[in-house]
């Protein structure tokens, strides 16, 4: 497995349990690869998202915010601006993103408690 493989999963990751922004996507992803002894740059994480939205594993949405508190489908990929706006974009795995999502089991390198499984080997660059 190739680093931006598996930066690929951890977007995938913090997008299948609910809206979020790419504020928050950049955190968890930060933190996976923490643990995992990588780095993973703000450019990385946009470029995986980017992908993601254009080969439809993952959708943006935008929040309409008070009163009615609803996320309206967008249509590709939203201006960068847009995207690094947290009360702006937020973005979800498709049902063909969770089905991806699903597949990458055996590249997970967690175990259920989220510690790092000893049988696992950090990906090539």
Request: net charge negative; with cysteine; glycine share 6%.
């Amino acid at each position: 497995m190739k680093r931006n493989e598996l930066i690929r999963i951890f977007v995938l990751n913090a997008m299948v349990d609910g809206y979020v922004s790419f504020q928050h996507i950049s955190e968890y992803v930060g933190g996976d690869c923490k643990q995992c002894g990588i780095t993973a740059i703000r450019s990385d994480i946009l470029d995986v998202l980017i992908t993601l939205i254009k080969d439809g594993v993952a959708q943006a949405y935008r929040y309409s915010g008070p009163p009615r508190h609803e996320y309206d489908e967008t249509q590709g990929v939203p201006p960068l601006d847009e995207i690094d706006d947290p009360w702006h974009s937020y973005f979800l795995v498709t049902k063909k993103g969770r089905e991806v999502h699903a597949a990458n089991t055996a590249h997970w390198p967690f175990d259920d408690e989220y510690v790092l499984r000893p049988d696992w080997n950090p990906p090539e660059d």
